[in-house]
């Protein structure tokens, strides 16, 4: 069974660009999540998509957005960089609903804005 | 958001030791997960607790779901080279979490003395 996919791996961007991040999920979960793990730091939640619908958002600005596709697939679209959002972004994805307990995390996407 | 106190930050530890990390909360939990992260990876799921005063072995992992439901305890038992890596705890509050299900704690780095 193939596991949470990111891609790309690795990119390079400048400040004022935008970049879409992309995640595909353990197939039958429809619970999506995205969290940004700065050098050092820890997980800092950004995101929860379910069945769709944006369940959640972690403290971040208006420029991080994303989606969730009807096939649970998601992307995470970071608008004007700045330097300080240069981190690993990882994806996650769990069974639906509530009482998902246990998130499988993907190996992530490593951005360095310059 | 709220966070979970794990501890310690850091440690170096000589291989063959034990070691042991906690999570502690001021608020009740109805699961605990233990994952790890590798240097450029995603954090992998080591061990899940569902129920107070569960202890749950994986190899030389075990892992305790603390008796007040507020905390969690990992011990790692004759530590080898490959041991090295960012530890992590995760938990759910009772009556859902308030970022999509899972809180983490910002994580113990273990680094093993040459």
């Known amino acids: 069974e193939a596991g949470v996919t990111q891609s790309p791996t690795h990119l390079i961007k400048t400040r004022g660009q935008q970049v879409t991040l992309r995640c595909s999920p353990i197939?039958?979960?429809?619970?999506v999540y995205w969290y940004q793990q700065a050098l050092g730091l820890g997980l800092q939640f950004l995101l929860w998509?379910?069945?769709?619908?944006?369940?959640n958002r972690g403290n971040f600005p208006p420029r991080f957005s994303g989606r969730q596709f009807p096939n649970y697939s998601s992307e995470l679209n970071v608008n004007a960089l700045e330097l300080e959002d240069s981190a690993l972004y990882l994806c996650a994805s769990s069974l639906g609903g509530s009482g998902a307990n246990v998130l499988t995390f993907g190996a992530g996407s490593r951005l360095t804005v310059l | 958001g709220q966070q979970l106190n794990q501890s310690p930050q850091s440690m170096f530890i000589q291989e063959g030791e034990d070691v042991s990390m906690n999570c502690t909360s001021s608020?009740?939990?109805?699961?605990w997960l233990w994952y790890k992260q590798d240097p450029g990876e995603g954090p992998v799921l080591l061990i899940a607790?569902?129920?107070?005063?569960e202890l749950t072995s994986n190899g030389r992992l075990t892992a305790q779901f603390g008796i007040t439901r507020k905390d969690s305890f990992l011990n790692i038992s004759a530590s080898i080279p490959s041991d090295v890596g960012i530890y992590f705890c995760?938990?759910?509050?009772?009556?859902?979490?308030?970022?999509?299900?899972?809180?983490f704690g910002k994580g113990t780095k273990l680094s093993v003395k040459p």
């Open positions: 995760a938990g759910r509050r009772l009556g859902g979490g308030s970022q999509g299900n899972l809180i």
């Open positions: 197939s039958g979960h429809t619970s």
């Open positions: 607790l569902y129920k107070a005063g």
């Open positions: 998509y379910d069945e769709g619908e944006e369940r």
């Open positions: 608020s009740i939990f109805n699961t």
